[in-house]
C-alpha cells in the first residue's frame, strides 16, 4: 500500500510561488510514475505534470513554463515548483501514483488527500 502526503499549499497573491511536496510512504510499489494533479472548484480533475523513475518529464499542454516537476527517488518525495501563480491556478493539488505517465485521471492508482492552492489577484 501506497500513502501519499501533500503539502505545501496556501494563499499566495497573484504572481508568487509555491513549491508543493509529496511524500509517499511505503515508497512507489513499483509503480512507473509519479504524477501531479489538480482540480479547481466546479470542474473536473486535470493533469499537470508527471515524472518516472528515469526522470522523464510530461506536462499537460500549457502547463511547461510555470510548472516544474522534480523528485527525489531515494526519499520518496515529489516536488511541484509553481511560478508567476495565477487565480486560475486556484485548486486543489494532489498527488499520485501510476504504472504510466499518461495523467489520466482514471488510470491512477493511489491518490493523496490534496493541498488547497488558492491565488488572490
Known amino acids: 500500500q501506497v500513502y501519499l502526503a501533500e503539502s505545501g499549499g496556501g494563499s499566495v497573491q497573484a504572481g508568487g510561488s509555491l513549491t508543493l511536496l509529496c511524500v509517499a510512504s511505503?515508497?512507489?510499489?513499483?509503480?512507473?510514475?509519479m504524477e501531479w494533479f489538480r482540480q479547481a472548484p466546479g470542474k473536473e480533475r486535470e493533469g499537470v505534470a508527471a515524472?518516472?523513475?528515469?526522470?522523464?518529464?510530461t506536462y499537460t499542454d500549457g502547463m511547461k513554463g510555470r510548472f516544474t516537476i522534480s523528485q527525489a527517488i531515494a526519499e520518496n518525495r515529489l516536488y511541484l515548483q509553481v511560478n508567476n501563480l495565477k487565480p486560475e491556478d486556484t485548486a486543489i493539488y494532489y498527488c499520485?501514483?501510476?504504472?504510466?505517465?499518461?495523467?489520466?485521471?482514471?488510470?491512477?492508482?493511489?491518490w493523496g488527500q490534496g493541498t488547497q492552492v488558492t491565488v488572490s489577484s
Open positions: 499520485a501514483v501510476d504504472r504510466g505517465c499518461q495523467l489520466d485521471p482514471d488510470d491512477v492508482d493511489y
Open positions: 511505503g515508497g512507489r510499489n513499483n509503480r512507473h510514475c
Open positions: 515524472i518516472d523513475k528515469d526522470g522523464l518529464t
